[in-house]
C-alpha cells in the first residue's frame, strides 16, 4: 500500500509538472473553433450548406466546448492531487480532443469544386497511390468499403505509415484519431461517417454519401502534407 502511495505521489508530481507547463505562466490554454477556407454551401451538392453549418458550428464547438472544460477540470485535479478524477478525465478528453483534432482535419479534407475538389492527386502522392493501391479508382473503392462497413460512428482513413514508408487505409471508432492505430501513422485523407455528417442529406445511406464526398476532396491538401512527411 505504501508503495503505491508513494508511486502516486510521484505519478501527480510529474502530472503537475507538465500542468504547470502546458497551463502555468499564461494561464489554462483554450482552443477555438477554426473557420473554415470555403463558404458552407460551397461544397453542394455533395455536402448541403445545412449540414455543413451544423457540423462546423454545433458538432465540431461542442468537441471544443467539452475539451476545454476537461482539460481545466485535468489541470484542478492534478493541482489538487486528484489521482481519481485525472484518470477519470482521460476518456472525456480523448474523445473531445479527438473531436478536435479529427474535424480539424476534416475541414482541410475538403474543397468546393471550382477551387480543385475531387481533381485527382498529382505528383509523387498519385505515384503511390497507384503503387500501393493499383489507380486512384482502386483507393476509393476501399476507402469506401470500409467507410460504409464501420459500426456505429467513426472515420475511414488514408495514412501515410512513415515507419514502413507506404500508404495505408484504416478505421477509426468514435472520434479516436489515426495516431491510436500507431505512432508512426500520419492522417492525408480523413472522412467523417458520423451520421452528423450526412443525415439530413443522404438519410441511413451512408454508401452514398461516401460516394459522392470524393467529388470534393481537397488532394492538393493531402498532396501537401504527403511531400512534407516524406521529407
Known amino acids: 500500500m505504501a508503495i503505491r502511495s508513494v508511486a502516486s505521489r510521484k505519478t501527480l508530481a510529474g502530472l503537475k509538472e507538465t500542468s504547470s507547463r502546458l497551463f502555468g505562466f499564461r494561464g489554462l490554454q483554450t482552443f477555438t473553433l477554426p473557420d473554415l477556407p470555403y463558404d458552407y454551401g460551397a461544397l453542394e451538392p455533395a455536402i448541403s450548406g445545412e449540414i455543413m453549418q451544423i457540423h462546423h458550428q454545433k458538432h465540431?464547438?461542442?468537441?471544443?466546448?467539452?475539451?476545454n472544460n476537461a482539460l481545466e477540470q485535468l489541470d484542478l485535479a492534478v493541482n489538487k492531487g486528484d489521482a481519481s478524477t485525472v484518470v477519470k478525465l482521460q476518456s472525456a478528453i480523448k474523445f473531445n480532443g479527438g473531436g478536435h483534432v479529427n474535424h480539424s482535419i476534416f475541414w482541410k479534407n475538403l474543397a468546393p469544386i471550382n477551387?480543385?475538389?475531387g481533381e485527382p492527386?498529382?505528383?509523387?502522392?498519385?505515384?503511390?497511390i497507384d503503387t500501393h493501391f493499383g489507380s486512384l479508382e482502386g483507393?476509393?473503392?476501399?476507402m469506401s468499403a470500409e467507410g460504409a462497413a464501420v459500426q456505429g460512428s467513426g472515420w475511414v482513413w488514408l495514412?501515410?505509415?512513415?515507419?514502413?514508408?507506404?500508404l495505408v487505409v484504416d478505421t477509426t471508432a468514435n472520434q479516436d484519431p489515426l495516431v491510436t492505430k500507431g505512432g508512426s501513422l500520419v492522417p492525408l485523407v480523413g472522412?467523417?461517417?458520423?451520421?452528423?455528417?450526412?443525415?439530413?442529406?443522404?438519410?441511413n445511406v451512408r454508401p452514398e454519401y461516401l460516394k459522392n464526398v470524393w467529388k470534393v476532396i481537397n488532394w492538393k491538401y493531402a498532396s501537401e502534407v504527403y511531400e512534407k512527411e516524406c521529407k
Open 60 to 67: 465540431h464547438q461542442a468537441y471544443i466546448t467539452n475539451y
Open 115 to 117: 477551387e480543385g475538389g
Open 121 to 128: 492527386p498529382k505528383g509523387s502522392l498519385g505515384s503511390a
Open 139 to 142: 483507393l476509393v473503392k476501399k
Open 159 to 166: 495514412g501515410l505509415d512513415k515507419e514502413l514508408n507506404k
Open 191 to 203: 472522412i467523417d461517417v458520423w451520421e452528423h455528417a450526412y443525415y439530413l442529406q443522404y438519410k
